[in-house]
């Protein structure tokens, strides 16, 4: 399974950052995505394993990360 992270500048202009190895290693620079571009952007999960599976992360997520 490969893990990424769908970064959406702006809510208009999407890019995918990875692949990485682990949903930790991918949650990591979710994090750090939040922390460097803010509240303004869509920061999503993507798996791709036989398939695609994108999901959001829950409103706690970012919590204490800032």
């Known amino acids: 399974m490969k ?4 970064f959406i500048e702006g809510d208009v202009e999407p890019g995918l950052v990875g692949p ?3 949903t930790e290693e991918r949650d990591s620079k979710a994090v750090e995505l939040k922390r460097e571009h803010g509240d303004e952007h869509g920061i999503y999960w993507l798996n791709v394993v036989n398939g695609v599976t994108l999901g959001a ?6 919590m204490g990360e800032e």
Do not use: E, T
């Open 20 to 22: 990485y190895g682990s």
């Open 3 to 6: 893990h990424y992270v769908l």
């Open 57 to 62: 992360y829950h409103a706690g997520f970012f």
